[in-house]
């Protein structure tokens, strides 16, 4: 059975770093992309970025780039997403997917449980 | 960027037939996915390629597609479907490998 399972709810201040993960079982980790995808309170997803642990080519989406940085180690099956300075507008939950992509197509068949990141002075 | 466009809300009473529509330029071109999102709960996949059903996804949930629009389709709607539902494709440019839209909330009267 495939699963990702995510790290558990932060608060932070604005200014504080952070990393969270995403460990993935049940599949051949290093074989598959993994995603996140933010959803901020009340509001829709949003697709942040990609990686492929298993040569971690790294995709981000034009929205996110510079913002976040993704990243993975494949010895223990895990992807992670972190920010070097959380600012109250990162206060989001936050989905680990694994995106299914070819020919013209690109989607999440697996999703996290989710990471509920609160940023508050 | 590439924006899909779906209605805010949509209601029906049970055991009647929901049809959620989202629209954007390259559908014609891309294909569309549907993913319900419950309360407090990760999305989950209900369809894909426009139309395909994952396993474990009841056959009430279709899904189809025309030029610039597609639509999930919910027959014989019950109370459980009420949910987020958000549509997801790709602008033709691979700018944007997964966009989603706005997301249609599904009342269930």
């Known amino acids: 059975e495939v699963q990702l399972v995510q790290s558990g709810a932060e608060v932070k201040k604005p200014g504080e770093s952070l990393k969270i993960s995403c460990k993935g079982s049940?599949?051949?980790?290093?074989?598959?992309?993994i995603g996140w995808v933010r959803q901020m309170p009340g509001k829709g997803l949003e697709w942040m970025g990609i990686i492929y642990p298993g040569d971690s080519d790294t995709r981000y989406s034009p929205s996110f780039q510079g913002q976040v940085t993704i990243s993975a180690d494949k010895s223990i099956s895990t992807a992670y997403l972190q920010w070097s300075s959380l600012k109250a507008s990162d206060t989001a939950m936050y989905y680990c997917?694994?995106?299914?992509?070819?020919?013209?197509?690109?989607?999440?068949?697996?999703w996290g449980q989710g990471t509920l990141v609160t940023v508050s002075s | 960027s590439y924006e899909l466009t779906q209605p805010p809300s949509v209601s029906v009473s049970p055991g009647q037939t929901a049809r959620i529509t989202c629209s954007g330029d390259a559908l014609p071109k891309q294909y569309a996915y549907w993913y319900q999102q419950k309360p407090g709960q990760a999305p989950v996949l209900v369809i894909y390629?426009?139309?395909e059903r994952p396993s474990g996804i009841p056959e009430r949930f279709s899904g189809s597609s025309s030029g610039t629009t597609v639509t999930l389709t919910i027959s014989g709607v019950q109370a459980e479907d009420e949910a987020d539902y958000y549509c997801?494709?790709?602008?033709?440019?691979?700018?944007?490998?997964?966009?989603f839209g706005g997301g249609t909330k599904l009342t269930v009267l």
């Open positions: 997917a694994r995106p299914r992509i070819g020919e013209r197509e690109y989607y999440f068949d697996y």
């Open positions: 049940g599949y051949s980790f290093t074989s598959y992309w």
């Open positions: 997801q494709s790709a602008d033709s440019s691979g700018t944007y490998p997964a966009v």
């Open positions: 390629k426009d139309s």
